[in-house]
């Protein structure tokens, strides 16, 4: 396939220096002492680490599209320190130092990309501003500063998270309603193109094979087959996250949910001065309708909203430009700045992130039979795939670490529920938490329509 009948998943796609041209399928059969199924972050850095650590070790990445097709290279840009399913392994007594040690691996995680693509040398748009959560009616407020209170009584210091009156908040994001917020100095804001796009250069350029438009049918021990070819190795490694639900047998074991993200025209010096995010901080607000956005390096705004579930755990990679999703994030993002309400919106592009049935990562892999698999980051895999990739590499080289002691190494959620339940029970919850939101925004109790959303969903 050329360059130009290659089609841009996304805005960061259509925006990179050099245009995409997929590489060489697999075809026939082939030996390798390592084959990562996924061209995505945690398979590239699994095979970056691997690379690094065990040069001669013969690596082959099999792609069903081109790397950083998925999530790795449409998200929001956002690598920051959130672990989804944390806050229940800090709850737990028992597991709360484990916990902390997992988490401040996270603060580092966010580090690490940067470091690891300074020394690649690829030029991510890496600037580490911190994330803004602002809470914009009192309830949030109530939430936001609960979580901090918590956090600090946890043993994390101001140096991890800042509790910000409604005036310190105003100094960094003029967010339109922001009672106060949230700040962590641990994430960073990139171009997620750029990184995945230049992760798979890098690796190239060192020996690693990576074969594209390969999509793969079976995973087995020692051997993964794919559509005109297969590939035996002693470790064969599951990086598929969103898409793991096309593999046989693994239907329901992890939920395809989709993002819708935009981005605006590049915003002139008078608009930045007017709402703020000088040193692009990432930013969202507290509502149980997840958003998140950034400045971009060229000066735009790009801002997404999450929730949409298919039938079926359907996968969705290409959206129509009119599509109501947009929007709904349109309508979110100028909620938080109303003066952009004549800005043009340029791009519109969504896809789907990987979702257990308790909302927790893992990374698991069997020494016995050499199988691995890693996925589940809820939506915050851009540092979280990072820490995996890392994991991942000493539990193949059969290592013992601080990092494969955390708790979500060969964690095990249960599967979804099946169809039409999966879908019966996403979207009703879903409804109650915007629902809770609409209630709240009115001055009203979101009453048992918020308690439920809480109990199913992990923020």
Not at 118 to 139: E, N, Q, S
Not at 358 to 380: E, I
Not at 439 to 452: L, N, P, S
Request: net charge negative.
């Amino acid at each position: 396939m050329s360059a130009e009948n290659f089609r841009s998943p996304s805005f960061w796609h259509s925006t990179l220096d050099e245009p995409i041209v997929p590489r060489a399928p697999l075809e026939g059969d082939a030996q390798f002492d390592v084959a990562i199924v996924g061209a995505g972050y945690t398979g590239l850095w699994t095979a970056y680490y691997l690379n690094q650590r065990e040069p001669g070790c013969r690596i082959a990445i099999v792609e069903a599209d081109v790397a950083g097709f998925g999530a790795s290279g449409r998200n929001g840009g956002w690598c920051a320190y959130y672990f989804s399913g944390i806050d229940a392994l800090l709850a737990d007594p028992d597991q709360r130092q484990s916990a902390l040690a997992l988490q401040r691996a996270m603060f580092d995680a966010v580090d690490e990309v940067g470091r690891a693509s300074t020394a690649a040398r690829i030029d991510c748009d890496y600037a580490k501003g911190g994330a803004l959560v602002a809470g914009r009616t009192p309830p949030d407020l109530e939430r936001l500063r609960e979580e901090y209170e918590e956090l600090i009584e946890f043993g994390f210091a101001e140096e991890d998270f800042r509790w910000l009156d409604a005036d310190a908040f105003a100094e960094r994001a003029r967010i339109d309603g922001a009672l106060g917020g949230l700040y962590s100095p641990h994430c960073a804001a990139i171009q997620p193109a750029k990184l995945a796009c230049g992760l798979a250069s890098f690796l190239e350029a060192r020996g690693v094979r990576i074969f594209e438009q390969s999509p793969v049918h079976k995973i087995e021990k020692g051997v993964l087959t794919a559509d005109r070819g297969r590939i035996r190795a002693e470790n064969v490694l599951r990086c598929t996250e969103g898409y793991t639900c096309r593999l046989p047998g693994l239907k329901r074991a992890i939920m395809p949910l989709h993002s819708m993200m935009i981005a605006t025209e590049p915003l002139p010096d008078s608009v930045w001065k007017e709402i703020g995010l000088h040193g692009r901080p990432t930013f969202a607000d507290r509502r149980r309708s997840v958003t998140y956005g950034q400045r971009t390096a060229d000066d735009r705004l790009t801002f997404g909203t999450r929730g949409h579930y298919y039938y079926g755990s359907g996968i969705r990679d290409y959206f129509d430009p009119d599509s109501a999703g947009f929007a709904h994030t349109r309508s979110a993002l100028l909620e938080l700045f109303p003066s952009l309400a004549e800005v043009e919106i340029t791009h519109r592009w969504g896809g789907p992130i990987g979702v257990t049935r308790d909302w927790a990562p893992f990374v698991q892999f069997d020494p016995r039979t050499g199988l691995g698999a890693v996925g589940g980051y809820a939506g915050n895999g851009v540092a979280a795939a990072n820490l995996a990739g890392r994991t991942l590499m000493e539990l193949v080289l059969r290592e013992t670490t601080e990092r494969t002691s955390f708790a979500w190494v060969n964690h095990a959620s249960r599967n979804w529920e099946p169809e039409p339940l999966r879908w019966l029970g996403f979207n009703a919850v879903l409804a109650m938490g915007q629902r809770a939101d609409a209630a709240e925004q009115k001055g009203r109790d979101a009453g048992v329509c918020g308690r439920i959303f809480e109990a199913f969903v992990a923020h």
